[in-house]
């Protein structure tokens, strides 16, 4: 029975500035590396054994993977990064205060922007200070100008499905560290999450979430293995 390990990445420095980020290239905290130690020492004493690793492109999960694994004594596990696994990209609210956002735009359109399923927040303008055509990381790629999660999952499912379940179905045990809503979107396919569901499903920082999965790859069982930090799973089954 394979085990499907998700780790969001620990503090970020925007998080810490209270920052919409997305997709720009933002390290760890202090406070972030220790989340991410902490969530390898975790992974270390539930005994699980990971057999290869997933993460985006941004500094702040691949950094989180790579501190993780190491204190989880398994630093020797193939790492792959795919830009498929990034953040939300938060078009023209990039870079923006969040509480100083919704001063401007007012609480109820800053929660939907931030919560809502499938209504994006407006496009970045091509050219500014976040665009990322010209990031060497993404040359080839359709970038988004913004993203609803909705949006977020039609990017992750088919990096999904061609690159990690192969290697869950072959009975590897797999952890991808990477971000707050590409993980949910994993949640949500994993566990067929209502559209409406989908926004109540927060993953915490630094915390790993055990997956037991079946030979078709449906939960089983799923853990936090922070118990005093667990959010609420979604229904199994």
């Known amino acids: 029975m394979p085990v499907l390990v998700l780790l969001r990445h620990g503090q970020s420095q925007w998080n810490?500035?209270?920052?919409?980020t997305g997709?720009?290239?933002?390290?760890?905290?202090?406070?972030?590396?220790?989340?991410?130690?902490k969530g390898g020492e975790l992974i270390k004493a539930a005994g699980l054994d990971?057999?290869?690793?997933?993460?985006?492109?941004?500094?702040?999960?691949?950094?989180?993977?790579?501190?993780?694994?190491?204190?989880?004594s398994q630093s020797f596990v193939p790492v792959t990064k795919d830009w498929r696994l990034n953040e939300r990209h938060y078009g023209g609210l990039t870079g923006l205060n969040k509480a100083?956002?919704?001063e401007k735009h007012g609480e109820e359109q800053v929660t939907i922007w931030r919560?809502?399923?499938?209504?994006?927040?407006?496009?970045?303008?091509?050219?500014?200070?976040?665009?990322?055509a010209s990031d060497r990381r993404y040359k080839g790629a359709s970038l988004p100008s913004t993203e609803s999660l909705a949006t977020t999952l039609v990017r992750v499912l088919p990096?999904?499905?061609?690159a990690i379940a192969p290697k869950l179905k072959a009975g590897e045990n797999i952890l991808v560290a990477a971000h707050g809503n590409s993980l949910r979107a994993i949640v949500k396919h994993l566990f067929a999450v209502p559209d409406d569901q989908i926004v109540k499903v927060e993953i915490p920082t630094g915390n790993p979430l055990a997956i037991d999965l079946d030979a078709d790859l449906k939960p089983v069982?799923?853990?936090y293995l922070d118990e005093a930090r667990a959010e609420k799973l979604p229904t199994i089954g």
């Open 16 to 20: 810490l500035e209270n920052r919409f």
């Open 23 to 37: 997709w720009v290239d933002v390290d760890l905290t202090a406070e972030g590396e220790a989340q991410a130690r």
């Open 50 to 72: 990971i057999d290869e690793a997933f993460t985006s492109v941004q500094t702040r999960a691949i950094r989180t993977c790579n501190l993780a694994l190491d204190a989880a």
């Open 100 to 102: 100083e956002t919704a």
């Open 115 to 132: 919560r809502s399923y499938d209504v994006p927040p407006p496009e970045l303008a091509p050219g500014g200070e976040y665009d990322f």
């Open 159 to 162: 990096y999904w499905e061609d």
């Open 221 to 223: 069982g799923a853990r």
